[in-house]
């Protein structure tokens, strides 16, 4: 089992920057990948971003291409979620996952999942 915990989340004012890490537990799987999803109220669940490891291959949802960044750091088993420039549609509840495979934007793929962090935006 891979265990993920979601942090960095809060209230910003649109235009504002925030950054979600992601910390998962050591895995043992050669190839995998963490994605980041999000969830409004009253809507469903969106891949926002995802990253393999190793290779470092990324993906982005249209909505937050050219302002989020996701990136990873190995040795602290830490994935990041940099996002700038945003707006109160951003605003969500955000959620890492796991898999044991390549990266996926649909959180059909995904495994393990953690709780979430709260991310609010006003404009």
């Known amino acids: 089992e891979v265990q993920l915990v979601e942090s960095g989340g809060g209230l910003v004012q649109a235009g504002g920057s925030l950054r979600l890490s992601c910390a998962h537990s050591?895995?043992?799987?050669?190839?995998?990948?963490i994605g980041w999803f999000r969830q409004a109220p009253g809507k469903e669940r969106e891949g926002v971003s995802c990253?393999?490891?190793?290779?470092?291959?990324?993906d982005y949802g249209d909505s937050v291409k050219g302002r989020f960044t996701i990136s990873s750091d190995n040795v602290k088993n830490t994935v990041y979620l940099q996002m700038n420039s945003l707006k109160p549609e951003d605003t969500a509840v955000y959620y890492c996952?796991?898999?044991?495979?390549?990266?996926?934007?649909?959180?059909?793929?995904?495994?393990?999942w953690g709780q979430g962090t709260q991310v609010t935006v006003s404009s």
């Open positions: 050591r895995v043992t799987f050669e190839d995998y990948a």
């Open positions: 990253i393999d490891s190793p290779d470092g291959s990324t």
């Open positions: 996952a796991f898999v044991g495979s390549v990266c996926s934007l649909y959180e059909e793929t995904y495994d393990y």
